[in-house]
């Protein structure tokens, strides 16, 4: 059977996908197990911070007037009232000529107003009484980092979504959350499909290859945020294909396949599909590689059939998959970041379809360069290795010359983007 | 006790920790668990990929010089002497007006030379028997995918210490390894110093704040690849905390505390290196924030002695920690990658020190600019959250112009760099 497929816009691809994908639930997690989850609430300030006037460095609390006449011919002497070290709170006020010895990040007592720091006080320790000297004066709000400076209560600090790193890490923790609002992860099940494939740990034989799809995708799934389930591979067999999938589905949030969507003979995802009576968003789409991705929906879930060509099932999960996981986990930047860049060498090849070409983007003088790796075929695998974006190349062209100014998806890029698939595609020459 | 300390300067700072930085050991996991970790050893093609010729399409396989005359006129009969799918190899060798229908993937059978993709191919099947008709000529190679083009047998492919991503994965599986030869993760200490520290549940109180550090370095030590070991907080006591330092070292491959490196009366870490008899590496850097970081060794092992200020622990933490953990973990670029930027505003603060700014890079017509966030000082935190770079500064200077080119470091990229620090410290205007 030879089905013939009317090719899409990957725009509109991603467009369909996304209009059926759903959002998570949320869970609490441990401070200390939510570095990379998304968060799933927007994190207020619940207090200024800093919380308190406090003294930036080791020194002396004064009051500033007491000091303005200081100099180096005319020296003023300070008596040192308390010690007060950080986490402490001074229980007295500062008088006139009076000072406190004060640490870094301590509260500023009642009454002063600046600090001096330690190195430039000189301290004088006489029959257990402490003074010191000022040789220059000092100003109302030197030296002090003020209450609320970093940030006032009430500011919106971190949108809902947001993955959590170190840094976020830092907030949450100053603000007090001991465990975290995330949401939780997608459960996305794997079945890699094709009767050539072994084992990884099978001795090669002709004809067949190892199944190096379902590992990628398996890792691909963690990378974005998703929690991965290998169902194990099976043979080009009908019958035993549809029942795993039906199966599956149920295990999962989505599901993905790998082979079994081009046009011969034995590729019949769009026939189980056909079975299943899932919702058929689309069979082809006009890019290379992955022009036979094929995506339905059946109960409300997302079958992602991607090719079983390596290249083509990478670019098909960055551009499909991931923006569901992405979009799952709250985040208003699904899309895989992009840049523009300038093309380090002639790609010549013509093509109808839009490109997705396997790159690495480096800079130079401040300016970004894209230069596409390897074998520039769907089958390649060894180019994945030193991807880190998708060159686009959109089609209607007769290819592209060195120095063009090209786009490219940052696909090793935490930060996202929004919709972007209008001005990628309008980029053309 | 005011000690006197002689700032470094932050490059050589660094030379002197990576001088006595250790490179770790090495252990199998299984591919599934394999993400994130460094190769222990090169990948090195130990067979052709693809390991024989094989078809890109669905379609026949014939010799192509049978089908040199064909035309819309002249159309030309191939006899369907076999059906192979992917995985299975034809025993057949295909002979005159032969033709072997054949998936993709599949092994090319003996004999042919060309694919004839299926939508070019007008099958007509008669008493079982089957045949096809060619309207245009195919040429030997066309639609082959040839043994070895992807890469040869014997190629290096992947160095030792790179970090294990999804593309490195599908390699990985590629070539068999169903487990991965990887660098043990080293173990590093956090214990976080200061009486003003509460636990992140606490509820404030006046004069303290919450334990930000500890939970920041735990996830600094996770995405730079090793296995942080919480050891708790300590009050500003000098014989608990000596003790603490001196158990903890057993337990661990580095060490890592917070706070206590200032001048102040409470401040003793210095004090503590001292009396354990370590060797200090230095305890002034000519950088801010963090110039009060202060590195020792012993037994062996480094100390880090990172400020309890949270932007100054964040940055003393990226320059001098990682490259120590990627170092252990093979990487030949254990340095933050950095790009050239333009300065997207004024930053007019003179300093005789080199400035690390919190900064957030982004690109805009293919040229990239960097923006400093929040507030520029080392007690800030909030800024942590939004900051994807470092913004070098180096000082000696009056200050910055919008416009200025500067070195960001890239520290939430995985691809890091070789020893950048010449380059980076006369990027002085």
Same mark, same amino acid.
């Given at each position: 059977m030879v089905v013939t497929r009317k090719p899409i816009p990957v725009g509109q691809a991603v467009e369909r996908?996304?209009?059926?994908?759903?959002?998570?639930?949320?869970?609490?997690?441990?401070?200390?197990?939510?570095?990379?989850?998304?968060?799933?609430?927007?994190?207020?300030?619940?207090?200024?911070?800093?919380?308190?006037?406090?003294?930036?460095?080791?020194?002396?609390?004064?009051?500033?007037?007491?000091?303005?006449?200081?100099?180096?011919?005319?020296p003023l002497t300070f008596h040192v009232v308390d010690h007060i070290g950080a986490g402490s709170v001074s229980e007295k006020k500062i008088g006139r000529y009076e000072a406190v010895r004060i640490m870094t990040g301590?509260?500023?007592?009642?009454? $002063?107003?600046?600090? @001096?720091?330690?190195?430039?006080?000189?301290? =004088?320790?006489?029959? !257990?009484? +402490?003074?010191i000297e000022l040789k220059r004066p000092f100003y109302s709000g030197d030296n002090i980092s003020k209450k609320g400076e970093d940030t006032a209560e009430g500011e919106r600090l971190i949108p809902a979504g947001t993955v959590i790193d170190s840094?976020?890490?830092?907030?949450?923790?100053?603000f007090g959350y $001991?465990?975290?609002? @995330?949401?939780?992860?997608?459960?996305?099940? =794997?079945?890699?499909? !094709?009767? +050539?494939?072994?084992?990884?740990?099978?001795?090669?034989?002709p004809g067949k290859i190892r199944n190096s799809n379902a590992s990628m995708i398996y890792a691909q799934i963690q990378e974005a945020g998703g929690e991965p389930l290998n169902l194990g591979k099976m043979a080009d067999h009908f019958d035993s294909c549809y029942e795993a999938v039906k199966k599956a589905i149920d295990k999962v949030?989505?599901? =993905?396949?790998?082979? !079994?969507?081009?046009?011969?003979?034995?590729?019949?995802?769009?026939?189980?599909?056909?079975?299943?009576?899932?919702?058929?968003?689309f069979n082809k789409v006009g890019m290379r590689p992955g022009s036979v991705t094929t995506v339905a929906e059946y109960k409300g879930k997302l079958l992602f059939g991607l090719s079983g060509n390596p290249s083509a099932c990478f670019v098909g999960f960055e551009l499909f998959v991931?923006?569901?996981?992405?979009?799952?986990?709250?985040?208003?930047?699904?899309?895989?970041?992009?840049?523009?860049?300038?093309?380090?060498?002639?790609f010549l090849k013509a093509n109808p379809f839009t490109r997705f070409v396997r790159s690495s983007v480096s800079s130079e003088n401040g300016k970004l360069f894209v230069d596409p790796v390897g074998l520039d075929k769907s089958s390649s695998v060894i180019s994945l290795a030193s991807t880190n974006a998708l060159l686009v190349l959109p089609g209607g062209t007769k290819g592209y010359q060195k120095g063009d100014q090209v786009i490219v998806l940052m696909i090793k890029e935490e930060r996202g983007c929004e919709w972007p698939w209008d001005i990628i595609l309008s980029s053309s020459k």
């Open positions: 996908v996304m209009n059926v994908s759903k959002k998570g639930e949320t869970e609490w997690v441990p401070l200390e197990q939510s570095l990379h989850r998304h968060l799933a609430e927007t994190i207020i300030a619940d207090h200024d911070i800093p919380a308190f006037d406090r003294s930036p460095y080791d020194g002396f609390a004064i009051r500033a007037e007491d000091s303005i006449h200081a100099s180096k011919e005319n301590a509260k500023i007592p009642d009454g $002063a107003d600046t600090i @001096v720091m330690l190195e430039l006080a000189n301290v =004088i320790s006489e029959n !257990g009484n +402490e003074r840094g976020v890490i830092a907030l949450l923790a100053t $001991a465990a975290v609002n @995330v949401v939780k992860k997608p459960k996305i099940g =794997i079945i890699a499909t !094709g009767t +050539e494939l072994l084992d990884i740990s099978d001795p090669l034989e949030d989505f599901l =993905i396949t790998t082979g !079994g969507v081009s046009v011969g003979d034995f590729d019949f995802l769009p026939a189980i599909y056909e079975r299943l009576g899932a919702n058929v968003l991931k923006p569901v996981i992405k979009n799952w986990l709250l985040s208003d930047k699904p899309y895989s970041l992009y840049h523009q860049a300038t093309l380090s060498k002639d």
